[in-house]
């Protein structure tokens, strides 16, 4: 069992950063593969960042890369997510999850994640 809590939401401006934080307590966090979703009101909970256990491997939904970062650091049983050039359409609550899976080093699909974390709130001011 893993407890994700994640941390970093806050109140921006446009084209301003953030970093979010996910620490992990219980279970061996090397295992997982790490993601972030997110979800605005009235929306569905959509993938943003994926990393692979080692962090060789990132994936990221178009709508952010080039703007988003994911990294992890096994050490610290932390995930992250560098948020730059933000805009008011990224305003969400923002989830990390992890996935037990052993078959693939990325996981963008909602339904590979067995675990989740309460949620951290960005909003994003035009």
């Known amino acids: 069992q893993v407890h994700l809590v994640e941390s970093g939401g806050g109140l921006v401006q446009t084209g301003g950063s953030l970093r979010l934080s996910c620490a992990a307590s219980?279970?061996?966090?090397?295992?997982?593969?790490m993601g972030w979703f997110r979800q605005a009101p009235g929306k569905e909970r959509e993938f943003v960042a994926s990393?692979?256990?080692?962090?060789?491997?990132?994936s990221y939904a178009p709508s952010v890369k080039g703007r988003f970062t994911i990294s992890r650091d096994n050490a610290k049983k932390s995930v992250y997510l560098q948020m730059n050039s933000l805009k008011p359409e990224d305003t969400a609550v923002y989830y990390c999850?992890?996935?037990?899976?052993?078959?693939?080093?990325?996981?963008?699909?909602?339904?590979?994640?067995?675990?989740w974390g309460q949620g951290t709130q960005v909003t994003v001011s035009s």
């Open positions: 219980g279970g061996t966090f090397s295992a997982y593969v």
């Open positions: 990393i692979s256990r080692s962090a060789i491997s990132t």
């Open positions: 999850a992890a996935s037990r899976t052993e078959d693939f080093n990325i996981v963008e699909d909602i339904h590979g994640y067995d675990y």
